[in-house]
């Protein structure tokens, strides 16, 4: 039996001492070597009953509670220990260091914990923070100034707001760019355009991003010399891919609730990364992520792989109205310098959904490609959604 074999009965083991778990795992011989993969998994809702129902439980140290959601659905919860696993992760993870000053852009405040998370790690590296927090596009040729000023050599953020900081520096040419050596991302996929932004244009930045959930914390990793959508596991993280899927269990001897067997809900493969380390996962989007459109079931996430793979396009966003009269709107963010084929982009897109494209005959104004300047963000997270809804027709 391995040490993580010993580790994960151990945590099913506890789990099984609370209410929540007990009925569920009544079938598992706990006393023996059972197998992890006779373990129920662990969906949403479950995380947020276990982890309200272990919340105040003795024998532990302080926590904070985190959300995710709650814009429209009810908020998921997470008890995170006050030290938010940053040793561990710092031991495998460390892209700040004494000296760096770091731009923390992350929302603060609604149980949002990337604020909180990144102002801890820049403690912990020796590093100064700047809690700055959510910029209108408007104000950011000011706060350059101000960051710069400060001695800014760092910006975290997710990589919707790290593209539009960092491309707007490059046309200003701001002084910022001779200092900034590092981009955190969090929160949604690197697309390949902010790849390209650092690799070609501003070389000097190098990016650095990480993987998890409120519910699971982070994951794993990534640094310059990787995959943008590649991330090693820490090793208090377990994941396996079961068909597919992503489950994780977290072995972190601190964890506040337990987390077995979550489905977190991204489909994901093994892979071998650039950088040659080892535990690397290659994320390959949301599982489940259809719409009802045309009378027919939509990926939406299949139809913007294929309009970013465009050598025109630099990001895209679906946007969904499902009441009369439906619509479902492509909306792409040009390259620099390019002008996409808005005909050709859809024709394609419809080429690759047969049953769409059958659906649509006869009302092909349901169904457009539309240029946009930018894509639509959440004003709470900073996130840019792959789905918006659609505003009803006036």
Not at 238 to 259: F, I, M, R, Y
Not at 290 to 310: Q, S
Not at 346 to 369: C, H, M, V, W, Y
Request: with cysteine.
């Amino acid at each position: 039996m391995t040490e993580v074999d010993k580790r994960l009965r151990d945590v099913v083991r506890q789990a099984a001492g609370l209410p929540f778990f007990s009925d569920r795992y009544a079938h598992l011989d706990l006393a023996g070597e059972f197998s992890i993969t006779d373990v129920p998994e662990m969906t949403r809702e479950d995380i947020t009953a276990s982890m309200t129902l272990a919340s105040g439980q003795p024998g532990r140290g302080g926590a904070y509670l985190f959300t995710s959601g709650g814009s429209t659905a009810a908020p998921k919860v997470a008890w995170i220990p006050i030290a938010m696993h940053l040793d561990a992760i710092l031991g495998h993870w460390r892209p700040l260091g004494p000296g760096d000053v770091l731009a923390n852009l992350a929302m603060p405040g609604r149980l949002w914990s990337a604020h909180y998370f990144y102002n801890g790690m820049a403690e912990r590296c020796g590093a100064d923070a700047i809690g700055l927090g959510h910029v209108e596009a408007g104000e950011w040729p000011q706060w350059l100034d101000f960051l710069d000023t400060h001695g800014t050599t760092a910006l975290c953020g997710t990589p919707s707001t790290l593209e539009q900081v960092l491309a707007l520096a490059l046309r200003l040419r701001h002084p910022i760019l001779r200092r900034l050596r590092a981009a955190l991302f969090f929160g949604e996929p690197c697309p390949e355009s902010l790849v390209r932004l650092c690799r070609e244009e501003v070389p000097g930045v190098r990016l650095w991003g990480n993987y998890g959930s409120t519910e699971t914390w982070v994951i794993g990793h990534n640094g310059p010399d990787c995959d943008a959508t590649t991330f090693h596991v820490f090793p208090h993280q377990h994941v396996e891919v079961v068909d597919g899927s992503v489950l994780v269990t977290t072995l972190h001897e601190d964890a506040v609730s337990p987390v077995v067997r979550y489905r977190i809900g991204d489909r994901a493969r093994w892979t071998q990364c650039a950088c040659g380390g080892d535990r690397a996962l290659r994320l390959l989007g949301r599982e489940g992520a259809l719409i009802k459109f045309a009378g027919t079931l939509v990926a939406p996430d299949e139809l913007l792989g294929l309009a970013r793979a465009d050598a025109s396009v630099a990001a895209a966003q679906a946007a969904w109205r499902e009441a009369d009269p439906e619509r479902l709107e492509i909306r792409v963010v040009p390259g620099a310098g390019a002008t996409p084929d808005v005909d050709a982009l859809r024709a394609r897109l419809l080429d690759s959904q047969i049953d769409l494209r059958f659906a649509l005959r006869g009302d092909d104004d349901a169904f457009e490609i539309v240029v946009v300047d930018r894509l639509q963000v959440n004003d709470r997270t900073a996130k840019t959604p792959s789905l918006v809804p659609l505003d009803p027709p006036r």
